[in-house]
Protein backbone atom coordinates (compact mmCIF):
# COMPACT_ATOMS: atom_id res chain seq x y z
CA UNK A 1 0.00 0.00 0.00
CA UNK A 2 1.18 3.65 -0.54
CA UNK A 3 2.11 5.20 2.86
CA UNK A 4 1.20 8.90 3.60
CA UNK A 5 2.35 11.38 1.06
CA UNK A 6 3.25 14.48 1.83
CA UNK A 7 3.72 17.64 -0.35
CA UNK A 8 5.70 19.59 -1.58
CA UNK A 9 8.58 18.43 0.14
CA UNK A 10 10.21 21.57 0.55
CA UNK A 11 9.47 25.35 0.61
CA UNK A 12 10.76 28.49 0.93
CA UNK A 13 8.75 31.35 1.32
CA UNK A 14 9.56 35.13 2.30
CA UNK A 15 8.11 36.48 5.64
CA UNK A 16 4.34 37.66 5.10
CA UNK A 17 4.05 34.77 2.25
CA UNK A 18 1.39 32.25 2.43
CA UNK A 19 2.11 28.33 1.78
CA UNK A 20 -0.18 25.37 1.68
CA UNK A 21 1.10 21.87 2.98
CA UNK A 22 -0.80 18.96 1.56
CA UNK A 23 -1.12 15.29 3.35
CA UNK A 24 -2.67 12.27 1.42
CA UNK A 25 -2.70 10.05 4.61
CA UNK A 26 -2.72 5.86 4.01
CA UNK A 27 -6.25 5.11 2.18
CA UNK A 28 -8.76 3.78 4.55
CA UNK A 29 -7.16 5.71 7.44
CA UNK A 30 -9.57 7.76 9.44
CA UNK A 31 -7.39 9.31 11.79
CA UNK A 32 -4.93 12.20 10.61
CA UNK A 33 -2.56 14.21 12.47
CA UNK A 34 -0.33 17.50 11.84
CA UNK A 35 3.15 17.36 13.93
CA UNK A 36 5.95 20.29 13.25
CA UNK A 37 9.46 20.01 14.27
CA UNK A 38 11.33 23.48 14.91
CA UNK A 39 15.34 22.83 14.41
CA UNK A 40 16.55 20.86 17.15
CA UNK A 41 13.29 20.70 19.56
CA UNK A 42 10.84 17.80 19.40
CA UNK A 43 8.24 17.25 17.31
CA UNK A 44 5.10 18.53 18.63
CA UNK A 45 1.42 18.12 17.96
CA UNK A 46 -0.73 20.22 16.08
CA UNK A 47 -3.76 18.73 15.68
CA UNK A 48 -5.78 15.42 14.67
CA UNK A 49 -8.54 14.82 12.24
CA UNK A 50 -10.84 11.79 12.58
CA UNK A 51 -12.50 12.03 8.77
CA UNK A 52 -13.58 15.64 8.49
CA UNK A 53 -13.87 16.76 11.77
CA UNK A 54 -11.34 18.13 13.82
CA UNK A 55 -10.96 16.08 17.08
CA UNK A 56 -8.31 17.94 18.25
CA UNK A 57 -6.26 21.31 18.00
CA UNK A 58 -4.93 21.96 21.13
CA UNK A 59 -1.68 22.57 19.45
CA UNK A 60 -2.14 25.09 16.72
CA UNK A 61 0.38 27.72 17.53
CA UNK A 62 -1.98 30.74 16.50
CA UNK A 63 -5.13 31.67 13.83
CA UNK A 64 -2.42 31.93 11.22
CA UNK A 65 -2.11 28.04 10.80
CA UNK A 66 -5.32 26.49 9.03
CA UNK A 67 -6.23 22.82 8.64
CA UNK A 68 -8.51 21.50 6.62
CA UNK A 69 -9.48 18.15 5.64
CA UNK A 70 -12.92 18.42 3.14
CA UNK A 71 -14.31 14.75 2.69
CA UNK A 72 -12.22 13.17 5.11
CA UNK A 73 -9.40 12.15 2.42
CA UNK A 74 -6.70 14.78 2.05
CA UNK A 75 -5.72 17.32 4.25
CA UNK A 76 -4.25 20.72 3.89
CA UNK A 77 -2.39 22.92 6.56
CA UNK A 78 -2.16 26.56 5.44
CA UNK A 79 0.20 29.30 7.22
CA UNK A 80 -0.89 32.85 6.33
CA UNK A 81 0.96 34.98 6.68
CA UNK A 82 3.99 33.20 7.40
CA UNK A 83 6.89 34.30 9.64
CA UNK A 84 10.14 33.55 10.54
CA UNK A 85 9.42 31.05 13.60
CA UNK A 86 7.40 28.84 11.38
CA UNK A 87 9.84 27.70 9.72
CA UNK A 88 10.45 24.03 10.36
CA UNK A 89 9.92 20.14 9.36
CA UNK A 90 5.97 19.90 9.37
CA UNK A 91 4.87 15.78 9.30
CA UNK A 92 1.70 14.37 8.64
CA UNK A 93 0.66 11.21 10.22
CA UNK A 94 -2.48 8.81 9.55
CA UNK A 95 -3.81 5.72 11.74
CA UNK A 96 -6.33 3.26 10.84
CA UNK A 97 -7.86 3.16 14.48
CA UNK A 98 -7.64 6.40 17.34
CA UNK A 99 -6.76 3.11 19.50
CA UNK A 100 -3.31 3.58 21.90
CA UNK A 101 -1.69 1.09 19.98
CA UNK A 102 -2.08 1.48 17.04
CA UNK A 103 1.28 3.42 15.15
CA UNK A 104 0.96 6.27 13.29
CA UNK A 105 2.43 6.54 9.59
CA UNK A 106 4.31 9.40 9.05
CA UNK A 107 4.98 11.16 5.43
CA UNK A 108 8.10 12.13 4.86
CA UNK A 109 7.42 15.40 6.10
CA UNK A 110 7.19 19.11 4.32
CA UNK A 111 10.78 21.49 5.14
CA UNK A 112 9.40 25.24 5.59
CA UNK A 113 11.75 27.83 5.54
CA UNK A 114 10.34 31.37 6.18
CA UNK A 115 13.01 34.23 5.11
CA UNK B 1 0.91 15.66 31.78
CA UNK B 2 2.20 13.23 30.05
CA UNK B 3 6.18 13.63 28.51
CA UNK B 4 8.96 11.55 27.02
CA UNK B 5 12.67 12.60 27.87
CA UNK B 6 15.94 11.65 25.91
CA UNK B 7 18.89 12.94 27.91
CA UNK B 8 21.22 12.75 25.14
CA UNK B 9 21.26 14.99 22.16
CA UNK B 10 24.18 12.84 20.47
CA UNK B 11 25.18 9.45 21.06
CA UNK B 12 28.60 8.13 19.08
CA UNK B 13 29.82 4.53 19.28
CA UNK B 14 31.94 2.31 16.71
CA UNK B 15 30.33 -0.31 14.29
CA UNK B 16 30.33 -3.37 15.85
CA UNK B 17 29.42 -2.21 19.50
CA UNK B 18 26.64 -2.74 21.19
CA UNK B 19 24.45 1.07 21.69
CA UNK B 20 21.82 2.71 23.60
CA UNK B 21 19.57 5.20 23.27
CA UNK B 22 18.06 6.45 26.39
CA UNK B 23 14.20 7.49 27.23
CA UNK B 24 12.74 8.06 30.36
CA UNK B 25 8.71 8.57 30.04
CA UNK B 26 6.28 10.17 32.84
CA UNK B 27 2.69 9.20 32.56
CA UNK B 28 -0.03 8.36 34.29
CA UNK B 29 -1.60 4.89 34.18
CA UNK B 30 -0.37 1.95 31.77
CA UNK B 31 2.17 3.54 29.26
CA UNK B 32 2.21 3.25 25.45
CA UNK B 33 5.85 3.73 24.55
CA UNK B 34 6.90 3.57 21.11
CA UNK B 35 10.20 3.97 18.93
CA UNK B 36 10.55 5.97 15.91
CA UNK B 37 13.81 6.37 13.82
CA UNK B 38 14.57 9.37 10.62
CA UNK B 39 17.21 8.70 8.41
CA UNK B 40 18.42 11.90 6.50
CA UNK B 41 15.73 13.30 4.47
CA UNK B 42 13.34 10.87 5.20
CA UNK B 43 10.30 11.05 7.32
CA UNK B 44 9.62 8.91 10.69
CA UNK B 45 9.65 5.28 10.69
CA UNK B 46 8.07 2.94 13.52
CA UNK B 47 10.49 0.91 15.11
CA UNK B 48 9.18 -1.08 17.74
CA UNK B 49 6.37 -0.67 20.37
CA UNK B 50 5.31 -1.49 24.05
CA UNK B 51 1.61 -2.24 24.64
CA UNK B 52 2.17 -4.39 27.61
CA UNK B 53 3.87 -7.87 28.31
CA UNK B 54 7.74 -8.73 27.92
CA UNK B 55 9.33 -6.05 28.76
CA UNK B 56 12.22 -6.56 26.07
CA UNK B 57 10.25 -5.82 22.83
CA UNK B 58 12.15 -6.76 19.43
CA UNK B 59 11.40 -4.36 16.33
CA UNK B 60 12.91 -3.61 12.72
CA UNK B 61 16.16 -3.54 11.99
CA UNK B 62 17.35 -5.57 14.46
CA UNK B 63 16.16 -3.04 17.24
CA UNK B 64 14.97 -3.95 20.61
CA UNK B 65 14.12 -1.69 23.76
CA UNK B 66 13.65 -2.72 27.17
CA UNK B 67 10.38 -1.17 29.36
CA UNK B 68 12.00 -0.83 33.40
CA UNK B 69 8.78 0.11 34.95
CA UNK B 70 10.65 1.26 38.04
CA UNK B 71 12.75 3.28 36.72
CA UNK B 72 10.29 4.43 34.10
CA UNK B 73 12.68 4.23 31.02
CA UNK B 74 12.09 2.39 27.97
CA UNK B 75 15.59 2.54 26.40
CA UNK B 76 16.15 1.52 22.63
CA UNK B 77 19.35 -1.28 21.86
CA UNK B 78 21.44 -3.15 19.65
CA UNK B 79 23.95 -5.80 19.82
CA UNK B 80 26.10 -4.36 17.26
CA UNK B 81 25.77 -1.13 15.28
CA UNK B 82 26.10 -0.13 12.17
CA UNK B 83 27.18 2.66 10.08
CA UNK B 84 23.42 2.69 8.47
CA UNK B 85 22.07 2.86 11.78
CA UNK B 86 23.22 6.57 12.08
CA UNK B 87 19.76 8.60 12.06
CA UNK B 88 17.76 10.81 14.59
CA UNK B 89 15.61 8.77 17.01
CA UNK B 90 12.48 9.74 18.74
CA UNK B 91 11.18 8.31 21.68
CA UNK B 92 7.44 8.82 22.43
CA UNK B 93 4.13 8.24 24.59
CA UNK B 94 0.75 7.80 23.01
CA UNK B 95 -1.84 10.05 25.61
CA UNK B 96 -4.36 7.30 26.18
CA UNK B 97 -7.23 10.02 26.12
CA UNK B 98 -6.56 11.91 22.81
CA UNK B 99 -4.60 9.14 20.68
CA UNK B 100 -2.09 12.01 20.11
CA UNK B 101 2.17 10.82 20.36
CA UNK B 102 3.90 12.83 22.81
CA UNK B 103 7.73 12.93 21.90
CA UNK B 104 10.87 13.62 23.00
CA UNK B 105 13.46 15.62 21.59
CA UNK B 106 15.40 13.09 19.61
CA UNK B 107 18.81 11.59 19.77
CA UNK B 108 21.31 11.95 17.07
CA UNK B 109 23.18 8.26 16.57
CA UNK B 110 26.63 8.53 14.89
CA UNK B 111 28.00 5.35 14.05
CA UNK B 112 31.68 5.78 12.97
CA UNK B 113 33.58 2.70 10.98
Known amino acids: EAGVTQFPSHSVIEKGQTVTLRCDPI?????LYWYRRVMGKEIKFLLH????????ESGMPNNRFLAERTGGTYSTLKVQPAELEDSGVYFC?????????????FGNGTRLTVT | AQSVAQPEDQVNVAEGNPLTVKCTYS??????LFWYVQYPNRGLQFLLKYITGDNLVKGSYGFEAEFNKSQTSFHLKKPSALVSDSALYFC???????????FGQGTTLQVKP
Open chain 1, 49 to 56: FVKESKQD
Open chain 1, 27 to 31: SGHDN
Open chain 2, 27 to 32: VSGNPY
Open chain 2, 92 to 102: AVRDTDTGKLI
Open chain 1, 93 to 105: ASSQANRPNSPLH
